[in-house]
């Protein structure tokens, strides 16, 4: 015969259920360095208690063991019964209470999630229970007295000449060339076929296109495109 129980509740009844008192603990908060604290809680006794008294309340009218109507068995043996699974759902209630509420008290503003290996933490059967986490904290620091601070906000003034400098740019990257007779000027892209001579040597015709820059440019000219004929 299988034994098991069932702690399923209605909307009703968990609207109805009594509001716990808060879980009273101790903390010790260490600094390892800036951006972590190490946490040890301590929680008495008595607290421990309290919580595997709620959990049993809660279970032994619906317990079912062997023998026994749902609800029936006596509370000793219901203890002995369901004793592992109770301790590990009151480890899990205390640390969860616990955890909030450390998160609620202390002094530090947490930016990741508590680390501690579940499984090692043991429900003690006497004493205090007792466990230790770390946690990333956003580091302190003073900040300095910033109201004393002056600032100068730049003023870049924009001519005419600044303008039509940008509009010229923007027309020759995307204008599309023509052709013309008419004599080069400034920022004309040109057609240049030549031929080197040597006394009776010549070389191979060739053909480069370049833009015109003014003599005292800081550019170079430029050749997009070389072809041999």
């Given at each position: 015969?299988?034994?098991?129980?069932?702690?399923?509740?209605?909307?009703?009844?968990d609207?109805?259920?009594?509001?716990?008192?808060?879980?009273?603990?101790?903390?010790?908060?260490?600094?390892?360095?800036?951006?972590?604290?190490?946490?040890?809680?301590?929680?008495?006794?008595?607290?421990v208690?309290?919580?595997?008294?709620?959990?049993?309340?809660?279970?032994?009218?619906?317990?079912?063991?062997?023998?026994?109507?749902?609800?029936?068995?006596?509370?000793?043996?219901?203890?002995?019964?369901?004793?592992?699974?109770?301790e590990?759902?009151?480890?899990?209630?205390?640390?969860?209470?616990?955890?909030?509420?450390?998160?609620?008290?202390?002094?530090?503003?947490?930016i990741?999630?508590?680390?501690?290996?579940?499984?090692?933490?043991e429900?003690?059967?006497?004493g205090?229970?007792?466990?230790?986490?770390?946690?990333?904290?956003?580091?302190?620091?003073?900040?300095?007295?910033?109201?004393?601070?002056?600032l100068?906000?730049p003023?870049?003034?924009?001519?005419?000449?600044?303008?039509?400098?940008?509009?010229?740019?923007?027309?020759?990257?995307?204008a599309?060339?023509?052709?013309?007779?008419?004599?080069?000027?400034?920022?004309?892209?040109?057609?240049?076929?030549?031929?080197?001579?040597?006394?009776?040597?010549?070389?191979?015709?060739?053909?480069?296109?370049?833009?015109?820059?003014?003599?005292?440019?800081?550019?170079?000219?430029?050749?997009?495109?070389?072809?041999?004929?």
């Open positions: 015969m299988s034994t098991s129980f069932d702690t399923d509740s209605t909307p009703a009844e609207a109805a259920a009594p509001v716990k008192d808060p879980l009273q603990l101790n903390m010790e908060v260490t600094k390892p360095h800036a951006c972590l604290r190490e946490v040890v809680v301590t929680i008495p006794r008595g607290e208690d309290r919580y595997m008294k709620d959990a049993y309340d809660e279970l032994v009218p619906e317990a079912q063991v062997p023998g026994f109507r749902a609800g029936r068995a006596p509370r000793k043996l219901v203890e002995k019964q369901f004793k592992d699974r109770i590990d759902r009151v480890k899990g209630s205390l640390l969860m209470d616990s955890l909030a509420k450390v998160t609620e008290d202390a002094e530090f503003s947490a990741g999630e508590p680390d501690f290996d579940y499984e090692s933490i429900l003690p059967e006497k205090e229970f007792k466990y230790q986490f770390s946690i990333e904290v956003r580091p302190e620091f003073e900040t300095p007295d910033w109201k004393k601070l002056e100068k906000k003023v870049e003034t924009i001519s005419e000449e600044d303008v039509d400098a940008a509009l010229q740019r923007v027309l020759s990257r995307y599309s060339l023509e052709a013309s007779d008419a004599p080069a000027e400034i920022g004309d892209r040109l057609l240049i076929t030549g031929k080197f001579v040597d006394g009776e040597k010549t070389s191979p015709r060739w053909t480069k296109n370049a833009s015109l820059w003014p003599i005292a440019s800081a550019s170079p000219m430029r050749f997009a495109k070389t072809s041999a004929n």
